[in-house]
Protein backbone atom coordinates (compact mmCIF):
# COMPACT_ATOMS: atom_id res chain seq x y z
CA UNK A 1 0.00 0.00 0.00
CA UNK A 2 2.58 2.20 0.59
CA UNK A 3 4.64 1.79 -3.01
CA UNK A 4 1.20 3.02 -4.00
CA UNK A 5 0.42 5.74 -2.22
CA UNK A 6 2.77 8.08 -3.82
CA UNK A 7 2.29 7.13 -7.64
CA UNK A 8 -1.31 7.63 -7.25
CA UNK A 9 -0.86 11.01 -5.46
CA UNK A 10 0.91 12.20 -7.90
CA UNK A 11 -1.33 10.83 -11.02
CA UNK A 12 -3.97 12.49 -8.93
CA UNK A 13 -1.88 15.60 -8.85
CA UNK A 14 -1.40 15.52 -12.24
CA UNK A 15 -4.74 14.80 -13.95
CA UNK A 16 -6.22 17.83 -11.52
CA UNK A 17 -3.54 19.97 -13.44
CA UNK A 18 -4.55 18.13 -17.27
CA UNK A 19 -8.32 19.23 -16.65
CA UNK A 20 -7.85 22.22 -15.36
CA UNK A 21 -5.32 22.79 -18.43
CA UNK A 22 -7.96 22.15 -21.20
CA UNK A 23 -11.53 23.10 -19.22
CA UNK A 24 -10.13 26.24 -16.81
CA UNK A 25 -10.64 29.65 -17.25
CA UNK A 26 -7.56 29.50 -19.24
CA UNK A 27 -7.80 26.52 -20.42
CA UNK A 28 -7.52 25.59 -24.26
CA UNK A 29 -11.04 25.04 -24.67
CA UNK A 30 -11.39 28.81 -23.35
CA UNK A 31 -8.39 30.15 -25.61
CA UNK A 32 -10.57 28.90 -28.79
CA UNK A 33 -13.55 30.71 -27.69
CA UNK A 34 -11.14 34.00 -27.02
CA UNK A 35 -9.54 33.12 -30.42
CA UNK A 36 -13.44 33.55 -31.99
CA UNK A 37 -14.51 36.33 -29.95
CA UNK A 38 -11.10 38.09 -31.50
CA UNK A 39 -11.56 37.04 -34.71
CA UNK A 40 -15.63 38.22 -34.39
CA UNK A 41 -14.37 41.84 -32.85
CA UNK A 42 -11.82 42.58 -35.88
CA UNK A 43 -14.43 41.81 -38.57
CA UNK A 44 -16.87 44.31 -36.77
CA UNK A 45 -13.61 46.17 -36.39
CA UNK A 46 -13.24 45.96 -40.01
CA UNK A 47 -16.99 46.81 -41.32
CA UNK A 48 -16.82 50.01 -39.11
CA UNK A 49 -13.42 51.44 -40.71
CA UNK A 50 -14.76 50.78 -43.97
CA UNK A 51 -18.52 52.25 -42.93
CA UNK A 52 -16.44 55.29 -41.12
CA UNK A 53 -13.92 55.65 -44.62
CA UNK A 54 -17.26 56.11 -46.46
CA UNK A 55 -18.63 58.53 -44.88
CA UNK A 56 -15.19 60.34 -44.92
CA UNK A 57 -15.43 60.25 -48.78
CA UNK A 58 -18.47 61.58 -49.02
CA UNK A 59 -18.18 64.19 -46.83
CA UNK A 60 -14.33 65.35 -49.03
CA UNK A 61 -16.77 65.06 -52.02
CA UNK A 62 -19.18 68.32 -50.54
CA UNK A 63 -16.17 70.13 -49.32
CA UNK A 64 -15.90 73.54 -50.73
CA UNK A 65 -13.36 73.44 -53.86
CA UNK A 66 -13.73 70.06 -54.68
CA UNK A 67 -17.39 70.04 -54.37
CA UNK A 68 -18.96 67.29 -56.17
CA UNK A 69 -22.16 68.67 -57.97
CA UNK A 70 -23.35 64.88 -58.27
CA UNK A 71 -23.24 64.05 -55.26
CA UNK A 72 -24.54 67.38 -53.41
CA UNK A 73 -27.66 66.86 -55.79
CA UNK A 74 -28.07 63.13 -54.43
CA UNK A 75 -27.88 64.61 -51.03
CA UNK A 76 -30.32 66.81 -51.60
CA UNK A 77 -32.56 64.56 -53.23
CA UNK A 78 -32.79 62.63 -50.44
CA UNK A 79 -33.12 65.23 -47.84
CA UNK A 80 -35.87 66.84 -49.44
CA UNK A 81 -37.56 63.70 -50.99
CA UNK A 82 -37.85 65.17 -54.67
CA UNK A 83 -37.19 63.87 -57.88
CA UNK A 84 -37.75 64.81 -61.20
CA UNK A 85 -40.82 63.80 -63.40
CA UNK A 86 -39.31 61.46 -65.53
CA UNK A 87 -37.52 59.47 -63.19
CA UNK A 88 -38.35 56.26 -61.41
CA UNK A 89 -38.58 55.74 -57.62
CA UNK A 90 -38.21 51.91 -56.38
CA UNK A 91 -38.51 51.79 -53.09
CA UNK A 92 -36.42 49.53 -50.95
CA UNK A 93 -36.69 48.69 -47.23
CA UNK A 94 -35.31 51.02 -44.71
CA UNK A 95 -32.37 49.11 -43.31
CA UNK A 96 -30.58 47.41 -46.64
CA UNK A 97 -28.94 49.56 -48.63
CA UNK A 98 -28.44 49.40 -52.08
CA UNK A 99 -24.34 49.91 -52.58
Do not use: C
Not at 48 to 64: F, K, P, Q, S, Y
Not at 70 to 75: G, K, M, P
Amino acid sequence: MKLLAAPVILASVAAFFVWHASHGDRGLIARELRVVEIANARAELQHATDEREAAERRVNAMRGDRLDRDQLEERARAMLNMTNRDEIVIPYPQGRRLY
